[in-house]
């Protein structure tokens, strides 16, 4: 069976330090991944996406980015943390022309 | 408008009780239809998809309306155990790899 593994589940960070977030999926070849960004009592917005190994696509301009170094790994960074990055990051998966998303444990970053 | 509009809630209900959420859409060309549950400072969780026809799973009925573009879920007997919040999703690209998610309603069930 397929799984999604996020980490950590929680980080807090001083403003103007660098991020990174991990994601891998297993059980599955070549699945679509995504990162979202909930920030608190709001909905999901789609950062970016990927179909591919190296193919990210991004929704939302900002000082964030993805990177997809392997099939199953998407990585989420920053160089420089804004108060404004706090959230609740969640990565995601689906099959090959499947609609349907699976999500990670998330993981809740505080910029302090 | 917003792609995907749904009523923040919170809905209080007592046990038992039988309550309704409606979304709405904006494309209308959309393809699919899903019902996702998010639990407090938890990940989203597929619910149910939503098919023309309109489908049940036990307690929860969903249904889709393409003439005016809405669909909606319905919980019969409400558990405390639905207590959460219910996130509308429908793809809008035709690729179908992009889903964009509702604000989701909030659902409170009360002893």
């Keep these: 069976s397929q799984t999604i593994h996020q980490w ?3 980080l807090v960070q001083p403003v103007g330090s660098p991020l990174s977030l991990e994601c891998t999926v ?12 909930q920030a608190a009592g709001r909905g999901l917005q789609l950062l970016f996406y990927s179909v591919g190994i190296g193919q990210i696509s991004s ?12 099939d199953r790994q998407f990585i989420l960074s920053s160089k420089k ?12 998966w689906s099959g090959i022309g499947g609609n349907i998303q699976y999500f990670g444990a998330g993981t809740r970053l505080s910029v302090l | 408008r917003k792609e995907v509009e749904q009523d923040p809630g919170p809905f209080n209900v007592p046990e038992g009780a039988t309550v309704a959420f409606n979304c709405t859409y904006s494309n209308s060309a959309s393809q699919s239809f899903f019902w ?9 969780k597929l619910l149910m998809s939503v098919y023309s026809s309109g489908n049940e799973d036990g307690r929860f009925t969903a249904q889709l309306n393409r003439a005016s573009q809405y669909i909606s879920l319905l919980i019969r007997d409400s558990k405390l155990s639905d207590s959460a919040t219910y996130l ?11 889903l964009t998610f509702g604000g989701g309603t909030r659902l409170m069930v009360k002893p």
């Design chain 1, 8 to 10: 950590p589940a929680t």
């Design chain 1, 26 to 37: 297993e059980g599955t070849s070549n699945p679509n991944l995504y990162w979202y960004r």
């Design chain 1, 59 to 70: 929704e939302v301009p900002q000082n964030l980015s993805a990177s997809r170094p392997q």
């Design chain 1, 81 to 92: 943390l804004l108060l404004s990055d706090s959230g609740f990051y969640l990565c995601a």
């Design chain 2, 36 to 44: 996702y549950r998010q639990d407090c400072r938890k990940e989203p």
């Design chain 2, 88 to 98: 509308c999703v429908v793809n809008l690209d035709n690729a179908g790899n992009m």
